[in-house]
């Protein structure tokens, strides 16, 4: 029981170091698509170890029964950490959010905006405030809710007044 112990502890004190050194197998050619990654190895070798010492301990089987049990289990888990970290790398297809999905958006004035001149509005890109010059038709006090008509530029929105 002490070796499946030890093979445990071990995994877990990859599992550490691929905080740091992950990515190191696949620069250097480690498998198909990061099959051979420090997580996959770590999560592989700690199930294969945790899993023996309690077949082997609790369950009483002999040595050859409890690695097949380590041997089944670190598959599960090796495939497992795979499938998600795959899934997690290229889960991210939705496109970055651009300036030009503002319009039809609304904000509030932050800097009044003057007659023919330009003030500052806060708007909500992608969930994260980002402050914008703007122009209006009229003149807009601050801390009005306004509405984003038309994006001028990657800096600069035309906006209107949201009526109540």
């Not at 049990?69 to 997690?88: D, H, K, N």
């Not at 122009?135 to 509405?147: D, F, H, I, L, Y």
Request: glycine share 18%.
């Amino acid at each position: 029981m002490g070796w499946f112990l030890g093979f445990g502890i071990a995994g877990l004190v990859v599992l550490a170091l691929a905080l740091v050194f992950d990515g190191l197998l696949e620069s250097i050619g480690g498998g198909p698509d990061g099959f051979l990654s420090l997580p996959v190895i770590a999560g592989f070798v700690s199930a294969l170890g945790f899993t023996g010492a309690v077949v082997r301990g609790a369950a009483g089987a002999g040595p050859l029964v409890a690695t097949l049990a380590g041997v089944a289990a670190g598959v599960v888990v090796g495939w497992s950490t795979w499938w998600f970290s795959r899934a997690l790398i290229r889960g991210g297809e939705a496109p970055a959010p651009r300036g030009e999905d503002l319009a039809g958006t609304s904000g509030a004035v932050v800097t009044a905006i003057p007659v023919g001149g330009y003030g500052e509005v806060l708007l909500y890109l992608a969930g994260q405030p980002v402050k914008y010059a703007a122009k209006s038709a009229g003149p807009v006090a601050r801390g009005t809710e306004v509405w984003v008509d038309s994006v001028l530029s990657p800096t600069s929105v035309t906006v209107r007044p949201v009526d109540h």
